[in-house]
């Protein structure tokens, strides 16, 4: 899945996405603490520097932004300074469309974090959390229609500040689904009632148990509660996340799916779910399967807490890093047989069609190449069955296998296009066919298909037989014939 997710990453289209929600001003006061007051039980902090940056619906817009997509923002600020400065960061970036209202009754929301080396030691807040009057809630409706139609999904970021009020939910859902846009809701509080028939809500754990009534000690509590959700206020999916557990997508009618996070220091976890929501939704709009999507809000969520402060990833962080978990899940690819069936079930479960091709791969050349990318075109996940050296000998004679059934399994397993490895030891597949049940069956056009091994069993679930072409001049015993010969 990582080699697809970085080719798509690689050249990621930069579509419209509607940001609805909470806007509010982040400030940073760094400092160093050397001595505890002695007034009161309190460190005293010395002030070295301050920072502000947006935060909220703000902080997801920022994420969006850095994830090269372009953004309409639709918020409230006060006419205030903090209101000003908001305005003022929002107008700094031509991909952003900010709709701003204002309300003279209620001061912008600001966050003040007071942070000393790299640990907060304390926050103050500046808000007022009643819901929208009537005439600002309309004029947020009226650009809700106007906007909906132009995007290819709608973020509703809800930090229980007011802009969010019922009638704004219930009219985001349904211009979404009039025009087909999904809508994706960072939900707050107990009631869900409000978020009924959203496409995906993206709960943390302490609000998956708040919203539920039970505790998330688990993944499997995390997936019972979802569940319960899910059936409850017919959302599409839940998007839980877990924090150090990862995230964990639950889908109507689908197989749950956990996603371990990566192993990082955490510094500051300041603003990791809109990091989360950004990268998910950026995704869904490119075009990327929901479960695709949540291998990249896991990956962006899991970068974002090793940094300091409200912070965001950038394409290129998230493909280098899944770069390198590429490269540690290389040795995973070789599975048993039996671990093989377990995988390759998790995959037709979540609804990818699966390949099988299978060769001695002996002395790796283009012709290997082409047949493997030919088989990877024809299916979401390719399977290689290996013949074992033992097999090989028998096949090839005695003096094959060149290079043995590890190191042929390494070199298969590093080659992008293929998924799994599987090493039998029979003479051919058949056996190892029958038990993956793969969905489609490539062999080199070399043979007819009523010669390929496993062609009548594929057909007989309702799978097909591909031919692939072959590359001509290409021949691991001819190699070979010519290593020998010129000595």
Not at 41 to 69: C, D, F, W
Not at 140 to 148: F, P, S, T
Not at 164 to 181: E, F, P, V
Not at 384 to 399: C, F, I, T
Request: with cysteine; net charge neutral; glycine share 8%.
């Amino acid at each position: 899945m990582q080699y697809d997710i970085i080719q798509k990453l690689e050249t990621l289209p930069s579509n419209p996405i509607l940001v609805v929600g909470d806007v509010m001003l982040d400030r940073f006061m760094y400092g160093q603490v050397d001595r505890i007051s002695p007034e009161a039980p309190i460190p005293v902090m010395r002030y070295v520097r301050e920072t502000s940056m947006l935060g909220g619906a703000g902080n997801v817009v920022r994420n969006l932004v850095s994830l090269k997509q372009r953004c309409d923002l639709i918020a409230v600020i006060g006419a205030d300074p903090a209101g000003f400065e908001i305005a003022k960061q929002l107008s700094q970036d031509e991909v952003v469309t900010p709709h701003l209202l204002t309300d003279k009754d209620r001061p912008t929301t600001i966050k003040t974090r007071f942070v000393a080396g790299i640990q907060q030691v304390l926050r103050c807040d500046v808000e007022r959390a009643e819901n929208l009057n009537a005439a600002i809630e309309e004029q947020v409706a009226v650009r809700l229609r106007l906007a909906v139609p132009q995007v290819a999904a709608v973020i509703l970021s809800d930090y229980a500040k007011g802009v969010l009020t019922s009638k704004i939910i219930s009219d985001c859902i349904s211009l979404g689904k009039q025009h087909k846009k999904p809508v994706i809701i960072d939900p707050k509080g107990r009631d869900y009632t409000r978020y009924t028939g959203a496409d995906v809500v993206t709960p943390n754990r302490k609000e998956l148990a708040e919203a539920t009534g039970n505790e998330i000690k688990t993944v499997e509590d995390a997936v019972k509660a979802s569940r319960a959700l899910i059936n409850k206020y017919r959302f599409g999916a839940v998007l839980a996340k877990l924090g150090g557990d990862g995230v964990c997508l639950v889908m109507d009618g689908k197989d749950p799916m956990h996603i371990k996070a990566t192993a990082r220091e955490v510094f500051d976890v300041s603003g990791a779910g809109d990091t989360v929501i950004a990268g998910f939704v950026t995704a869904i709009s490119a075009g990327m399967s929901m479960e695709q999507a949540a291998h990249i809000a896991n990956e962006a969520g899991s970068i974002v807490v090793s940094k300091v402060g409200t912070a965001t990833v950038t394409v290129d962080e998230l493909i280098n890093n899944l770069r390198q978990i590429e490269d540690r899940d290389i040795n995973e690819k070789v599975l048993s047989q039996n671990k093989a069936i377990e995988l390759v079930e998790r995959w037709r479960r979540q609804g990818l069609n699966v390949g099988f091709t299978n060769g001695c791969f002996d002395l790796i050349h283009p012709g290997h190449i082409s047949i493997l990318q030919q088989s990877r075109k024809a299916c979401d996940r390719l399977v290689v069955g290996l013949n074992s050296d033992a097999s090989v000998k028998r096949l090839k004679g005695l003096e094959r296998p060149v290079q043995n059934e590890k190191a042929r399994a390494t070199v298969l397993a590093n080659l992008n296009p293929v998924d799994l490895v599987v090493i039998f030891g029979e003479d051919t597949p058949l056996e190892l066919i029958k038990a993956l049940r793969p969905n489609v069956l490539v062999k080199g056009a070399d043979y007819t298909i009523d010669k390929v091994v496993g062609a009548t069993e594929v057909q007989s679930w309702g799978g097909k037989v591909v031919l692939a072409n072959l590359v001509e001049g290409q021949s691991t015993t001819n190699t070979i014939k010519k290593l020998k010969s010129s000595g």
